[in-house]
């Protein structure tokens, strides 16, 4: 059902974002840092969803539409013996019709190949959705208000800490816990509902370039 698309290259489990993506936080909270500066925690409703297929994220200005690559996956094997990681990239050989049939083939991979410890959903990003597609890591990053415990608050959105970002103060990284492809949409938007929460938003990658060969 699947094939390999591009060569696996070492990774490590030990960083949780590259550095392009960490300076590229950096920028984006400084701007988000100067239209909050000032400002009470304010409640961003999440508009409804047309599908699955498609998420948005609020970005502390604006709405981010992402649709989701149904024909794609990012995998992270562990190699035998050794903590090195190996990622690959894989293109279905036929589209599946919707994320929880993208989650089902995680699913049935994951069994019966015992050395993958993760997989990324891949989605293109903008409102015409040309973009190249982009990994959808399994991050959030969540901005609280003064003496907001980010922590206690990740737990209870389905994500835990994992970093505290010292140039951004109560701000965090976190990692989302749940076993969906899109667990970091579900624990965003969980976060941004919470009193005190001024941002919150899945992490897309865009340092690497990981285009099909």
């Known amino acids: 059902m699947l094939a390999r698309s591009c060569a696996p290259h070492a990774t490590s489990m030990r960083h949780y974002m590259q550095p392009l993506l960490i300076f590229s936080l950096m920028l984006f909270l400084a701007i988000v840092g100067v239209a909050t ?3 009470g925690a304010t409640a961003v409703v999440t508009p409804a969803l047309s599908d699955e297929v498609h998420r948005r994220y609020h970005d502390g200005e604006r709405w981010i539409n992402v649709r989701v690559a149904l024909d794609r996956l990012e ?4 190699g035998a013996g050794t903590e090195q990681q190996k990622v690959e ?8 019709a919707s994320v929880a049939e993208l989650n089902e083939v995680t699913r049935q991979m994951k069994e019966a190949q015992k050395d993958i410890q993760r997989f990324s959903a891949y989605g293109t990003v903008g409102e015409d959705f040309q973009s190249q597609p982009q990994r959808i890591t399994n991050q ?4 609280g208000s003064a003496g907001q415990n980010l922590e206690a608050l990740a737990i209870r959105c389905g994500a835990r800490v994992v970093e505290r970002v010292d140039y951004s103060p109560d701000t965090a990284i976190c990692v989302a816990t749940g076993n969906s492809l899109l667990a970091a949409f579900d624990a965003a938007d969980a976060l941004r509902q919470q009193p005190g929460v001024l941002l919150a938003m899945p992490l897309i990658e865009r340092s690497r370039d990981r285009r099909s060969r």
């Open 37 to 39: 500066n000032g400002c």
């Open 75 to 78: 995998l992270e094997r562990v």
């Open 89 to 96: 990239v894989y293109l279905l050989r036929k589209p599946v």
């Open 140 to 143: 959030v990053v969540v901005r």
